[in-house]
């Protein structure tokens, strides 16, 4: 969304006398569906500073769920390591044990 943003933004500068609201239609047609274009829908901004405002939110609270996934992704595997580790541990100290007479 971030680059989508960018590219937005560098192209209504670049287009002289650009009437904003044919530039928020154009915006909000052109995003994929997902979170922040229903938002769009159901509640459109006035101008783009809000539209700005509004996308910046999005693209914090898209990163907020990545690191969250990333950090999950990073335990759990982790976790998995560690009950690995604790199996062979528990096997190799059944291995040592003398046998019993």
């Known amino acids: 969304m971030r680059t989508f943003m960018e590219r937005f933004g560098k192209l209504t500068l670049q287009k002289k006398n650009l009437d904003p609201n044919v530039a928020l239609h154009h915006l909000i047609t052109a995003l994929r569906l997902g979170p922040f274009a229903d938002s769009l829908c159901k509640k459109p901004t006035l101008n783009l500073d809000e539209l700005r405002c509004r996308a910046a939110k999005f693209m914090q609270l898209e990163e907020l769920r990545e690191f969250r ?3 999950q992704a990073e335990e ?3 976790k998995g390591n ?3 580790r604790s199996n062979t541990q528990q ?3 059944r291995e040592s044990r003398p046998p019993k007479n």
């Open 91 to 93: 096997f190799k100290q």
């Open 69 to 71: 996934n990333q950090t």
């Open 76 to 78: 759990t595997m982790n």
């Open 82 to 84: 560690d009950k690995e």
